[in-house]
């Protein structure tokens, strides 16, 4: 029997696949989920359960959290990555890590063909496709839902034909959980006019009282909470998530352009990423020179519209990767940031780097490094060339 790695999550879509794949089309199927931080233990034990009660060869779950943050996180926080100044690449980020995984499963194996479930709407058939083709020259790719344009009625039917005994009932709201933030999905994100309500957010809101919290970076990246420190970043920013979470922070929509073509919106709450971006940030201006901040601006651009469409294997991510690992030497110290419902605000920060220094001068008050006659001096230098150009010009 050909071997074929399936991309499984045990809901509908990767629940039919197996089924297919293995009984209408005689494969020996190799179920690999990928947990990228969205799944509890118990949750992970029960989607394996399943898949061998589906009749897999084998079941294989990927701890991916630590790798996920080491080779896509970390990078997105270096680069104060927002997609369109909102959305922090939650879901396609972790795509991308999925994606990469199954295919190092799939070589492992030896395998003749790979399978994921995505439909024929979506960003992540493109994510997928992508990865495998550059990984895996030469192994057929199958997507069964997409391939014979399935419907959700149509699955079931299959499935129950088949004796599938699942929960078929169609969740209000899909909800995707990962490390980098959750996304939710219902009837309000399909036009262009709405926001979720209350009930279709995973996280409640159950604390009212502000609360200030302090975060400690190491060279851009978080290792403490309120002084406290945690062994690997990913236990951080679980930890703040904890704090921020119950707040209601990090909720908004997001409006963008797919891969595709088509303009999508998606719910999120991402509590935690959003309170790192926005106080790594702070500290990066308080530390960095003005064209580090500059340049660093316009290649995360990049980066994050890069890897939102899947690139993340092209060269020049990994030479984009250097420089925001370089300009992060001097992103130390702690900064304060006031939680409160559905907001927060960032205080200030503390760092031994921070350029904002009074020996040199204070702001709009007095200087300490030069005179008034050498800023007179400089302003005509600095201004000559215009001043030439309006001379010349002078009607």
């Not at 972790?94 to 790979?114: F, G, M, T, Y």
Request: proline share 4%.
């Amino acid at each position: 029997m050909k071997k074929i790695v399936l991309g499984f999550s045990g809901g509908l879509d990767t629940t039919y696949c197996v089924k297919y794949l293995g009984e209408d089309k005689g494969y020996e199927v190799h179920s690999v989920i990928v947990d990228t931080g969205g799944f509890s233990k118990e949750e992970l034990k029960n989607i394996e359960e399943h898949a061998y009660k589906l009749g897999v060869k084998t079941h294989t779950t990927v701890d991916a959290v630590h790798s996920y943050y080491n080779s896509i996180i970390k990078y997105l926080i270096f680069g104060n990555v927002l997609k369109n100044n909102t959305y922090p690449l939650s879901v396609s980020a972790e795509r991308l890590s999925q994606a990469l995984h199954i295919a190092e499963h799939a070589k492992k194996l030896n395998a003749d063909a790979v399978a994921h479930g995505s439909t024929g709407a979506g960003n992540d058939q493109v994510r997928f496709d992508m990865i495998f083709n550059i990984l895996l020259p030469g192994v057929e790719i199958i997507t069964p839902i997409r391939d014979l344009k399935l419907s959700r009625e149509e699955e079931i039917i299959y499935l129950k034909a088949k004796g599938v005994k699942m929960n078929f009932e169609k969740a209000v709201y899909s909800i995707n959980k990962g490390l980098w933030g959750t996304s939710v999905g219902g009837k309000e994100t399909l036009s262009s006019k709405g926001m979720l309500p209350d009930e279709a957010w995973p996280t409640p809101v159950t604390q009212s009282e502000p609360r200030e919290v302090s975060l400690q970076f190491t060279k851009g990246e978080l290792t403490g909470i309120d002084n406290k420190p945690f062994a690997h970043p990913v236990d951080a920013i679980q930890y703040l998530q904890s704090i921020a979470g119950p707040y209601g922070i990090g909720r908004d929509i997001h409006v963008g352009d797919t891969i595709i073509g088509i303009k999508g919106r998606v719910g999120f709450e991402a509590a935690a990423p959003m309170i790192i971006l926005k106080a790594h940030h702070a500290l990066e201006k308080h530390v960095l020179t003005k064209w580090q901040l500059n340049w660093k601006d316009q290649l995360a651009q990049f980066y994050g519209n890069w890897l939102h469409e899947g690139q993340i294997l092209d060269p020049v991510m990994r030479n984009i990767e250097t420089f925001l690992q370089d300009s992060q030497g001097n992103v130390t110290g702690s900064v304060f940031v006031q939680l409160y419902p559905y907001r927060f605000q960032v205080i200030g920060i503390e760092s031994p780097y921070d350029l904002m220094n009074s020996r040199f001068g204070k702001y709009g008050e007095m200087n300490s490094g030069f005179t008034g006659e050498d800023v007179r001096g400089f302003s005509k230098i600095f201004g000559n060339q215009v001043a030439i150009h309006y001379l010349v010009n002078k009607k």
